[in-house]
């Protein structure tokens, strides 16, 4: 599945002989999807996050940027490593080669102060595609 919210995803279930195993959904740092994420856990589907970077808005984000610092790593390779810690699959686009090795290197931990503080962020300038964008 993509873009499926609860509401999507309770309406399709009964349909259902087989539970699909994913749901592809815009998830980055600051996107509140906490009710689709939570529907997908209590059927068992796996949540993969595209758009990690906001369409690469988050990349150079001050706050982002200086949480970064203090683990030695990218404001891109913290947002794919929170949305690990959130038991996402991300999807990161990158064209450039440094940037396709660099999105590998995720091998750190976030504290659970520093996630609390990543989860408490929200974002304010989304996607306008993305806020009109719903499956029907
Ligand atoms: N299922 C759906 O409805 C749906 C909808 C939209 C998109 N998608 C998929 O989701 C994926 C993500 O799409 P997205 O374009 O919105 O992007 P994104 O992954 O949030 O951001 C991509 C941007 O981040 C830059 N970037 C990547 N790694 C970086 C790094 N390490 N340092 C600095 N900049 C970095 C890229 O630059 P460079 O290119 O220069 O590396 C590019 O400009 C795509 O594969 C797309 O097909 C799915």
Redesign the pocket.
Known sequence: M??FTRADLESLLPACTTVPAVD?I?W?IGLDVADTVAACAEHGIVVEA???????R??NHPDIVDMGRRYEV?A??LSLRYLLQKGAVP??????R???L??AEVDFEISDADMATLDAMHDTESHPLAAN?RWS
């Open positions: 993509s873009n592809q815009q980055y595209y758009s990690p970077f906001a369409h690469g988050i990349v990218t891109p390779q999807l990161p686009k990158a064209t450039t440094d940037h396709i660099a999105n964008f």
